[in-house]
DNA sequence: ACACTATGTTTACGGTGCTAACACAGCATA
DNA sequence: TATGCTGTGTTAGCACCGTAAACATAGTGT
């Protein structure tokens, strides 16, 4: 069977359709709804249940996924960084993911999670730690906390506000050059 | 009649009484819905469409509120700021005016704001000229343009990152000397 | 006095998340 | 082989939501 469907009563794979189907809807704009979702994938409006405690327990889902991409995308692109321009690129990258990707960046970080243990905060806290290793690397004589708070501060900020329409910019281009912008001009008030 | 209300058919002011109400259950955790904020206004379930458009129109006002309220505290609580240590403190205030008022800071934020001239917009706007003026101060040489968005994308950025629980603190003192720190961490990076 | 307009009400529709009770299928064990 | 347990899906039904259409009421200007 693996993930195929099985023609009958039972479906086979529920769990992972339901997960597909529903991130597609998601990132195809459609609002994801629970029993759409169920309905796109050919089953009963309450089957899902059985799979997802919940509403949020497929958001949640759908979030990990998100994570993994993210950090994907972050750490595949270039390696680690080793350099402040590195660092740029780095913001570059994680704000070009909230605008490929809007509607599951905000499921990602939309809203609380206040599940302690859940598979989502693990890899909210991957993120974090490549971000000081990636920050420790560079300045490994500084606060490294404090830099990778600040560095991924900076980083989701200015995603959110492109993501929510406060800045503007033309193309994907553009936000890229003011996300590089932005960051190299704040490394270099002090000196 | 003013602001009271006026026992009979007509309410008298329903606009400011739902805008009111819609806050109280906003900021008191209840998830506000039109018809909840009609129930708890004394009045039928569809009465506030004569006043907002949708619930996205409620919203918008809300937000608009919500940013006055945020510009206020950002340049009554100390004028504007003069050096680097002053604009760390107003990253300080706008992360807390945002884990004090998470809801509200959600709903300001949350969705983008696609009506290009609403007013929602221009409040937006306003607190995006106010940083940009408080950068030029501190440092008239530098790209304003780059360093206000780095400034605002970092304070927004942190902001939330504690409000959806991604990174963590156990005070709001803790939040703001983690913030103070990231702020100084990054502008002292180059030197 | 009369129409007009603003504001509030009633009714209705389709959508939502979620629960409870039921139906079917496969597996384990006797 | 028969029995029943467990996992998975279905149906029915609840309370709620946003929204539109038709209606009712009042105050305002002519």
Redesign the pocket.
């Known amino acids: 069977m693996s993930t195929s469907e099985k023609s ?8 992972a359709a339901l997960l597909s189907t529903a991130m597609e809807m998601l990132e195809g704009g459609e ?6 979702v ?2 796109r994938a ?6 899902p ?3 997802f ?4 327990a497929l958001e949640s889902a759908l979030a990990v996924e998100g994570f993994r991409d993210l950090l994907a995308d972050l750490d595949d692109e270039r390696g680690l960084p080793a350099s402040l321009p590195d660092l740029a690129e780095f913001a570059v990258a994680y704000v070009a993911f909230a605008l490929r990707r809007p509607a599951l960046f905000r499921v990602m970080f939309g809203k609380p999670c206040d599940d302690a243990d859940d598979e989502r905060v693990k890899a909210a806290d991957a993120l974090h730690e490549l971000l000081a290793d990636a920050l420790d690397r560079v300045f490994p004589h500084a606060d490294a906390t404090a830099l990778a708070s600040a560095g991924w501060g900076l980083a989701h900020g200015l995603a959110c506000l492109y993501l929510d329409g406060k800045m503007h910019a033309t193309s994907d281009e553009e936000v890229a050059a003011r996300v590089r912008g932005a960051f190299l001009a704040i490394t270099s008030v002090g000196s």
């Open positions: 009958g009563y039972h479906h086979g794979d529920l769990r609002p994801f709804s629970l029993r759409a169920a309905r050919g089953v009963s409006p309450t089957a249940y059985r799979h405690k919940d509403r949020d």
